[in-house]
């Protein structure tokens, strides 16, 4: 037994820390709240490390600008799906209130979808900047349109603070273990020899998810305008392509759980090869399990050619119970010290007390020296890689709702199915005729995807809306079984 109890120290120690770390934290928290003379009430899907980081950057700024101290409390429903219901729920109470606000000053973070719904229903105010802060965007230092995302509206009533884009992440020890190649592209996702070892969200539960899924259905429409082809052509072929590379990657998938950031979580610990995650979840399980020679056994890759660089926005919404305040933290956001505490090093000047926020500034200025060195992903250079994929709202802006149901109904709701018949589908080495039958998505094709299926989601016929999508659940299922038992029946002997 000599020696055990460094053994058992080394599994007990790191518990405690994990145990007792959200105590002090919950203590610290409580103390700065009781100090503080003002207050911040803000709404978002950010994690604990940029709440606290942001929070202790703007309480500093503010109290060497003003002389008084500020306490941010921070609302976290969940993910921008859940934080969408919450507001609905609330304004819509407040509106037949006669309200003109719900308590809330900020809405910060999210993705741009997000946000644009919630401007169509006037819930914002316009950001009134510091003159500095204007001059950021009059010069294009914060660009309106990049890689064909919008970085803030004509009518400033949001902003985008930071970059976000889409990717993979994958376990390197899992990899050597199958004898794998890294993935690097979405079409990698969908080999044969990922499966059963894929992580992914829900797309109707997340919306960065269901960004990545249109990235990928997007990106094959690209390839056959770049091949010549006309739009109409190349959207129908593309959509289709898009779709059967899902399959493909859906039939591969472990699960599909309601939370993204369980996606990197899962991989970093070996419970999946790899999966689809929002670059800085990624980048961040990195972070986290560095060691001391800087290696960490998740990486994160943004796949060639596959995805565009939006932005998280922030925003101030109507009625805010703190107005100037909330104008103040837009403004810090956009300050230099606001914009480097996404991505510096812990050890710099600007960089956050505790862990590298692995984000990326939105402000242009910041990708040189002498800031560039401070950053820890300054090899990413986002603006000079941004227009390797230029997204075109045009080609499946107005899909994005119907893709995330049809996902739903073709890869969630027959899960079971679908994995049966892909294993089926690679004993027997595809066979066509079973191949097929797995891959026909005729009921949600490119244009019935929008005359039927988004016409049936934005009516308010419930019912109409269950339906179709039990009909579509049962089309795929139908079809899977049907692909499986072909498979089988080629695999018995019968023509591949």
Request: aromatic letters at 10%; glycine letters at 8%; a negative charge.
């Amino acid at each position: 037994m000599k020696g055990a109890w460094k053994k058992y120290l080394g599994v007990f120690l790191p518990l405690a820390a994990v145990v007792a770390a959200p105590i002090i934290l919950r203590d610290d928290d409580a103390a700065a709240m009781s100090r503080a003379k003002l207050r911040l009430e803000v709404i978002t899907p950010h994690n604990e490390l940029i709440r606290r980081e942001f929070s202790e950057a703007f309480s500093k700024w503010y109290e060497e600008k003003h002389g008084e101290s500020v306490y941010l409390n921070w609302r976290t429903p969940g993910g921008t799906s859940e934080i969408k219901r919450v507001l609905d729920s609330a304004f819509t109470s407040a509106d037949k209130n006669g309200s003109e606000g719900i308590g809330l000053d900020l809405f910060f973070g999210g993705g741009v979808y997000d946000f644009k719904l919630q401007s169509q229903e006037d819930r914002f105010q316009k950001i009134e900047l510091f003159e500095e802060q204007v001059s950021l965007f009059e010069e294009g230092v914060i660009p309106k349109i990049q890689s064909g995302e919008t970085y803030y509206p004509d009518g400033h009533d949001w902003l985008g603070t930071c970059l976000s884009s889409f990717g993979i992440c994958y376990n390197i020890d899992s990899l050597k273990r199958l004898g794998l190649e890294a993935p690097t592209t979405w079409d990698d996702l969908g080999r044969p020899g990922f499966q059963k070892g894929i992580a992914l969200a829900d797309p109707t539960k997340s919306g960065s998810v269901a960004k990545a899924f249109e990235m990928l259905v997007q990106q094959k429409i690209h390839g056959h305008l770049d091949a010549g082809l006309s739009v109409e052509e190349a959207s129908q072929i593309g959509w289709v392509e898009g779709l059967n590379l899902i399959q493909k990657i859906g039939a591969n998938a472990r699960y599909f759980t309601d939370g993204a950031s369980k996606v990197p979580h899962d991989v970093a610990q070996g419970n999946a090869i790899a999966g689809m995650c929002i670059d800085f979840y990624g980048r961040s399980f990195n972070e986290a399990l560095k060691k001391a020679d800087g290696s960490s056994r998740l990486k994160f890759v943004s796949p060639v050619g596959g995805t565009s660089y939006s932005v998280d926005p922030i925003a101030i919404f109507r009625g805010a119970p703190h107005p100037k305040l909330a104008q103040e933290f837009v403004n810090f956001i956009f300050t230099k010290e606001g914009q480097m505490l996404w991505n510096a090093r812990p050890d710099t000047p600007m960089g956050p007390k505790i862990r590298a926020l692995r984000r990326l500034p939105v402000r242009k200025d910041l990708y040189q020296e002498p800031y560039l060195s401070d950053m820890v992903d300054a090899s990413v250079m986002p603006y000079e890689v941004a227009n390797e994929f230029v997204y075109d709202y045009n080609l499946t802006g107005k899909h994005f709702t119907p893709l995330r149901n049809i996902i739903r109904a073709m890869c969630i709701d027959s899960h079971q199915e679908m994995k049966s018949a892909w294993a089926a589908l690679i004993e027997a080495d595809f066979p066509p005729e079973a191949s097929a039958k797995f891959f026909d998505v005729t009921p949600v094709g490119y244009d019935l995807a929008l005359s039927e299926v988004k016409k049936t989601l934005k009516s308010d016929d419930k019912v109409a809306e269950v339906r179709m999508m039990n009909d579509l659940g049962k089309h795929f299922r139908d079809n899977y079984q049907e692909a499986e038992r072909l498979a089988l029946a080629a695999s018995k002997g019968g023509t591949k």
